[in-house]
């Protein structure tokens, strides 16, 4: 609804404004003649003009409609908008700083109403500036955005309650948070800028965040593709924060809007400015938004700084247990990145999780070996399997896993999975019989006649319960006959003396099939071999000469004509 042109004149006010509370100005008044129709838009210069006048004289606070309709009605021309938009800021800072927008105990009624109307007006000009966000135009967005910063610092310094030195504007802060995660037009320059300008560089500025957040994922739409669109963007600004409060690392000790407080004050003991308040509300955000229902690429983003950045924020981070299970649930890479945060609980929290070892050992599958993630899989299984603590049953089902997955493994897999071996065999001692079972004379003779049956049971889901100790690793024998002459070089390691003290994984995770063409390809060769010892002067013959045959004509070189 268009707002109301207004007279500022205490004597005007009459027995109709007292009902309704609406100030309403005189169409027969000769000072409407500064609100211009809605199809001439003013220039720059009037635009200027209009606000040194609204400035000027609480006679022209009708200009103030004429800018907000300049904001809200011009989205074909950004230029005006835009102007408009910096001078109605630049006015009402300087209503701000009057105290035309505070309310006295010595006004009157007219002057009482006078402030009501230009709260109202200020109202609609913050939510004008809000839906610039989602302008077209990533300039207008941006200038919208330093608009309603501007205007969070100035609401802080001006019109803050009596005796609330650390005083913040949650409610304005909140509407262009919410602006912000439901604009779809938001580009991500404007994004960036909010993150690096703004939350990472201000703690009452996060403090504000977590609140704004947490309102909005509470209240969040069933609409799917508007929750889907919130989610995405809110998760990309919580996991953009820099240096986010925890154990070790204190606050910014940096504010944007509030001032310091009096050292006497029992204000300085307030929630806004104490790292266990911001971790609590940081923690209340997160389990807030990992409620809502998540994308699978949202959940593998989570996963992947889960345990770096997230969890070590939280004051019980035991809360994250139920999401790290449902993720794991979801089976492939999710469940090992899931795997990650609970082996992370396990290390540093005392979780006791006694599924671990089986959830990681069923992970073991062809798939694994094929996935993006490969790299990061072997990388997390060495951390999983290097305590010494662990039982050698389990490290040897473990290693006859991966050395039967060797078998129908890519070679850029195998190469990663032969030195892992070697070291675990290193590390665990006890399994090292498992390269080479001889066995007793009476055990050739049976395998002569019957042939050799592996104890161990692929199909059990239990690693204690394999068999695998009491297996050995033919499969990888097999590998040093491999088609591929760097995978058979690699596989003769196991059979020789186990000298080196371990292999690093790292030099073998970034191997592929381009990798691995490449290499061949820049090898020098000194001596070319040779491909054909005899060379034929033709490629087809026009007979065919069998012993005790007659002459046949040859059926390719008819094909071959080309009469």
Not at 243 to 269: F, M, V
Not at 288 to 296: D, K, Q, V
Request: hydrophobic share 40%.
């Amino acid at each position: 609804m268009p707002a109301q042109l207004i007279t500022v004149d205490s004597k005007s006010v009459s027995k109709k404004r007292k009902r309704t509370g609406a100030v309403e100005k005189s169409r027969k008044d000769g000072s409407n003649k500064a609100a211009k129709p809605a199809s001439s838009a003013p220039s720059a210069e009037e635009v200027l003009e209009l606000e040194a006048a609204i400035v000027e004289s609480p006679q022209n606070y009708n200009k103030i409609v004429v800018l907000l309709e300049c904001v809200q009605n011009s989205p074909g021309n950004p230029e005006l908008a835009v102007t408009s938009s910096v001078s109605l800021c630049r006015a009402f800072c300087r209503l701000m700083v009057k105290g035309s927008l505070s309310r006295r105990k010595t006004d009157d009624e007219a002057q009482a109403t006078i402030v009501v109307w230009l709260r109202d007006r200020y109202k609609d000009y913050t939510r004008a500036l809000c839906g610039l966000l989602n302008h077209q135009d990533p300039a207008v967005q941006t200038a919208a955005l330093a608009l309603l910063m501007r205007l969070v610092r100035e609401d802080a310094a001006h019109l803050k309650p009596v005796g609330d030195e650390l005083y913040f504007p949650h409610a304005l802060f909140g509407k262009a948070v919410k602006a912000l995660v439901y604009a779809e037009e938001l580009d991500e320059s404007v994004k960036d800028e909010f993150v690096t300008k703004y939350l990472n560089q201000h703690d009452d500025i996060r403090y504000s965040f977590y609140i704004a957040v947490s309102s909005l994922a509470s209240e969040a739409p069933l609409s799917a593709s508007t929750l889907s669109h919130f989610t995405d963007t809110a998760l990309s600004l919580m996991v953009a924060l820099d240096r986010p409060p925890t154990a070790e690392a204190d606050l910014l000790d940096s504010n944007y809007a509030i001032g310091d407080p009096p050292s006497s004050s029992r204000k300085s003991k307030a929630a806004i400015l104490q790292k266990p308040a911001h971790r609590k509300l940081l923690q209340e955000t997160w389990l807030s938004l990992l409620r809502l229902p998540l994308s699978p690429p949202n959940t593998k983003s989570l996963l992947l700084t889960m345990s770096s950045r997230i969890a070590p924020t939280f004051l019980r981070p035991t809360l994250l247990m139920d999401f790290l299970v449902d993720a794991y649930a979801a089976g492939g890479t999710t469940a090992l990145l899931a795997l990650n945060g609970l082996f992370y609980l396990i290390a540093t929290k005392n979780l006791d999780y006694p599924n671990f070892y089986p959830a990681l050992y069923a992970l073991l599958t062809r798939d694994v070996l094929h996935v993006r993630y490969r790299s990061r899989f072997f990388r997390l299984l060495e951390t999983f399997l290097g305590s010494t603590h662990l039982p050698a049953a389990l490290i040897a089902s473990f290693i006859k896993r991966l050395a039967r997955l060797s078998l129908s493994a890519p070679p850029s897999a195998v190469v990663v999975i032969v030195p892992f071996v070697y070291n675990l065999l290193k590390k665990h001692p006890s399994c090292t019989f498992m390269v080479h079972r001889a066995g007793t004379g009476e055990d050739r003779e049976r395998w002569r006649k019957t042939g050799l049956l592996d104890c161990f049971d692929a199909g059990e889901v239990d690693p204690m319960k394999t068999g695998a100790l009491e297996s050995c690793l033919w499969e990888l024998e097999m590998g040093m006959t491999h088609w591929q002459p760097n995978v058979a070089t690699i596989a003769r390691i196991v059979g020789e003396q186990f000298t080196k003290e371990r292999y690093g994984i790292e030099d073998f995770l970034d191997h592929s099939y381009a990798s691995m063409f490449n290499a061949e390809i820049q090898k020098s060769i000194k001596k070319p071999p040779v491909v054909e010892f005899d060379i034929p002067k033709k490629i087809f013959f026009g007979t065919e000469v069998e012993e005790d045959a007659l002459a046949q004509e040859n059926t390719l070189l008819s094909l071959w004509s080309f009469e």
